[in-house]
Nanobody, 118 residues
Framework: QLQASGGGLVQAGGSLRLSCAAS????????MGWFRQAPGKEREFVAG????????YYVDSVKGRFTISRDNAKNTMYLQMNSLKPEDTAVYYC?????????????WGQGTQVTVSS
């Protein structure tokens, strides 16, 4: 199971750090990542990271602003979000999949709300 936390209300230009804590099993061999869904829009991929922590990858709209990382010893993944924009407002979900992230993944977190005010 995955538990996302760290969302909140922040002004444009501010920062937030999301966490995704895994429990019930080790996710050290799973690719993990973040997705988001804004009101009236489809869920979209934001960032992903391989099981080893290397090769992070991002959607173009967050490159240079967001940083994904993981600590397998703590079974936790993070998303550091800087220079936030109002268009980043969404519910953010963490996910894990043994065979690579997609729209359907083995595990999903419950979501945490991020609201960026202008």
């Amino acid at each position: 199971q995955l538990q996302a936390s760290g969302g909140g209300l922040v002004q444009a230009g501010g920062s937030l750090r999301l966490s995704c804590a895994a429990s019930g099993r080790s996710f050290s061999r799973y690719e993990m990542g973040w997705f988001r869904q804004a009101p009236g829009k489809e869920r979209e991929f934001v960032a992903g990271i391989s099981w080893s922590g290397g090769k992070p990858y991002y959607v173009d709209s967050v490159k240079g602003r967001f940083t994904i990382s993981r600590d397998n010893a703590k079974n936790t993944m993070y998303l550091q979000m800087n220079s936030l924009k109002p268009e980043d407002t969404a519910v953010y979900y963490c996910a894990a999949d043994r065979n690579g992230l997609g729209l359907i993944n083995d595990y999903w977190g419950q979501g945490t709300q991020v609201t960026v005010s202008s």
